[in-house]
């Protein structure tokens, strides 16, 4: 009896491994230009001439395009194939980064980052669905934090080589390649949400003030962390540092994220 349970507890493991890979690789791929928007924010100064503002603009409507796309995930993940979703929302974020190399005007970059954000907040519901129903969740939004923090730490190190050679279309073109590398992982995902088990256990109360006010935290924090990271490169700057410069510093501030993550 107990050869079988390790049996099939090893079964159940080995067949987890390529939703956790899913989970991790797509959670770090779509929030890419917001963990290394230092040196994405510099580029858009220097090979756009865009004014702190319009940078300020752009980044904020990726991250309202990824908040927006929890409103229709309310409807949407109880009807529709997860899988599918995932690689309707991989294709587009494929399409929007590929249109972007090619944008010349600051309305057209914007719609097309809106897209982007939009596609690639679907793909990080779907991760975050699917880290819930796994045995652990804990520990996957420990891997799930710690996979983007290294895609920004190798991003910040990277990109600023790429974009002094190859300007800012270098960047899209690796988000739409590495996207394209991970389209067969798709369908590792669960196709939705599994059936609640019955428990006899009674539900754990839960204070709307508290979880008011930790949502208002967490608000506060992403506010903050924003709008001072996305001008940290430019800041270095001023501060006559160069782009590669910073962007090694960065890389170093963001490992000890990661050391943080893997801790948890």
Request: glycine fraction near 10%; include cysteine; aromatic fraction near 8%.
């Amino acid at each position: 009896m107990n050869t079988q349970t390790h049996a099939a507890t090893a079964g159940l493991s080995a067949r987890s491994w390529p939703l956790l890979a899913a989970i991790i690789l797509f959670a770090a791929i779509t929030p890419t230009i917001l963990m290394t928007a230092p040196a994405v924010a510099a580029q858009l100064a220097s090979q756009w001439q865009l004014s702190p503002s319009h940078i300020g603009d752009l980044f904020s409507t990726e991250l309202g395009a990824m908040s927006l796309a929890t409103l229709p995930a309310f409807w949407w993940l109880k009807r529709v194939d997860w899988r599918l979703a995932a690689l309707v929302a991989a294709v587009a974020f494929i399409a929007a980064n590929l249109l972007s190399m090619l944008a010349d005007t600051y309305a057209t970059l914007l719609a097309l980052r809106f897209m982007s954000a939009l596609a690639g907040g679907s793909l990080m519901i779907i991760c975050l669905a699917s880290a819930a129903a796994t045995a652990n969740p804990s520990r996957v939004y420990g891997l799930w934090v710690m996979g983007q923090l290294v895609v920004g730490a190798i991003g910040l190190g990277v990109l600023p080589g790429l974009f002094a050679r190859y300007g800012l279309g270098a960047c899209y073109l690796i988000l739409a390649g590495l996207m394209t590398l991970l389209l067969p992982l798709a369908r590792c995902f669960p196709s939705g949400s599994p059936p609640r088990e019955q428990t006899d256990a009674a539900p754990i109360p839960v204070s709307r003030v508290k979880a008011a006010l930790g949502i208002a935290g967490i608000l506060a924090f992403y506010v903050s962390l924003g709008g001072v990271w996305t001008f940290i490169g430019a800041i270095s700057s001023g501060a006559a540092i160069s782009a590669q410069h910073s962007g090694e510093v960065l890389a170093l501030a963001t490992v000890m994220g990661i050391v943080g993550a893997g801790c948890a």
